[in-house]
């Protein structure tokens, strides 16, 4: 009884696999989803779709500075900015499909997508300033993300690392933003 979850090293596999095989037949509508999901349903959709749109946020920010950088840096700045637009637009994608083959619906909405997202979307004047909002907007999306990454703990693994691999270029990308921004002060 209280030995149940106890792994015996001789037998790993804790269920029973008849009972599997007869579980996966039923609800096939549900696809990926299995009756031994472990996580909230709804709140990881809720999670996933604040990160779309914290992804959509952050596209939509490098796009408007790439487009706006001017001065003597200007060049090697805006290829980095778009360069980060298109790896958040990436992230927008993936974080979607995780979405659907959770059955749930990516929050594409533009109404309210400031308020699901967990970055900020600031223009900045300078190339100094739009650097300086992007690093933060990243640490907003580090801290979110490691987060997540600990509420899906062992419930959701997939999600979890799809969320961790994000966070890992996050942190590149406040890393990169952090040397550029040095470049340019110096
Ligand atoms: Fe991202
Ligand atoms: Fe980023």
């Known amino acids: 009884m209280g030995t149940a979850l106890t792994p015996d090293p001789k037998k790993p596999f804790l269920s029973d696999i008849q009972?599997?095989?007869?579980?996966?037949?039923?609800?096939?509508?549900?696809?990926?989803?299995?009756?031994?999901?472990?996580?909230?349903?709804e709140t990881v959709l809720r999670l996933l779709n604040e990160a779309l749109a914290t992804e959509i946020v952050c596209t939509l920010r490098y796009k408007r500075h790439y487009y706006m950088a001017t001065g003597i840096h200007a060049q090697a700045v805006a290829a980095e900015f778009l360069e980060?637009?298109?790896?958040?637009?990436?992230?927008?994608d993936q974080f979607a499909e995780r979405i659907v083959q959770l059955n749930g619906e990516p929050n594409l909405n533009p109404d309210g997508l400031l308020t699901r997202s967990h970055s900020e979307y600031v223009e900045g004047q300078s190339l100094g300033?739009?650097?300086?909002?992007?690093?933060?907007?990243?640490?907003?999306?580090?801290?979110?993300?490691a987060e997540i990454v600990?509420?899906?703990?062992?419930?959701?693994?997939?999600?979890?690392?799809?969320?961790?691999?994000?966070?890992?270029?996050?942190?590149?990308?406040?890393?990169?933003?952090?040397?550029?921004?040095?470049?340019?002060?110096?």
């Open 19 to 41: 009972e599997i095989r007869r579980r996966a037949r039923q609800h096939i509508e549900r696809g990926a989803v299995t009756d031994n999901y472990q996580a909230d349903r």
């Open 84 to 92: 980060h637009a298109n790896e958040e637009q990436a992230h927008a």
């Open 129 to 145: 300033e739009m650097i300086r909002e992007d690093l933060v907007a990243e640490r907003i999306a580090i801290e979110s993300y």
């Open 150 to 186: 600990r509420y899906l703990g062992e419930r959701d693994p997939t999600s979890r690392r799809l969320v961790e691999e994000i966070l890992a270029q996050e942190e590149e990308h406040a890393e990169e933003l952090q040397m550029l921004l040095g470049q340019i002060e110096s």
